[in-house]
């Protein structure tokens, strides 16, 4: 699921860069259809099929991740009254949140490359906030272009973790043997 994730937020990435004549309302739409389709990737990731129990610990946190990414897209698409100005922060707690998970990934990752590379997701996020808040009430052209952009380098990013991550094999008992003497 991270791939699906990072392909996802790659190519919205891309769509939102590439939108620098977008009104503002198109632009929070946009955003807000990311957050809805990360939300939906990160519940599913979190009902991953594992036989270790220690593997679904982080389950809950994924669980709250993709609830609230879920609500940030409805009320990014639906506006609520809301400004885009108050939208623009409303993303960016939700991406503050997303950097908690990243840095708690970064500690329990079982491989060193994996934890730097999620540290470095928790960066480009950072960046990502830093951004959104000092342009809350910029240039629509810029928020377009460079939030698009740090929204692709962060697909590119948990695509290169979802590539080096072990890959989770199922093992599934064997069911009855009709054809197997005793």
């Given amino acids: 699921m991270l791939l699906v994730r990072g392909g996802i937020a790659f190519l919205v990435g891309v769509v939102i860069s590439n939108q620098p004549g977008a009104s503002a309302d198109s632009l929070m739409n946009l955003f807000g259809l990311w957050a809805l389709l990360e939300g939906a990737a990160t519940i599913r990731q979190a009902y991953a099929r594992v036989d270790q129990s220690d593997k679904i610990a982080g ?3 994924l669980l709250v991740l993709g609830g609230v990414a879920l609500v ?3 009320v990014c698409i639906l506006g609520l009254g809301l400004s885009s100005t108050a939208l623009t922060w409303v993303l960016a707690a939700w991406i503050l949140l997303r950097v908690a998970s990243e840095v708690w990934c970064a500690f329990v990752a079982p491989l060193t490359r994996i934890r730097l590379l999620f540290a470095l997701s928790a960066l480009v996020d950072v960046a990502l906030v830093a951004f959104l ?5 910029g240039s629509v052209s810029d928020l377009a272009l460079m ?4 929204v692709a380098l962060w697909g590119a990013l948990t695509l290169v973790i979802g590539m080096l991550a072990a890959r989770v094999d199922l093992i599934t008992a064997a069911g009855p043997r009709l054809l197997q003497n005793h």
Wanted: no cysteine.
């Fill in 59 to 61: 389950r809950p946190i």
């Fill in 72 to 74: 940030v897209g409805i």
């Fill in 133 to 137: 808040v000092t342009h809350s009430t």
């Fill in 147 to 150: 939030g698009g952009g740090i």
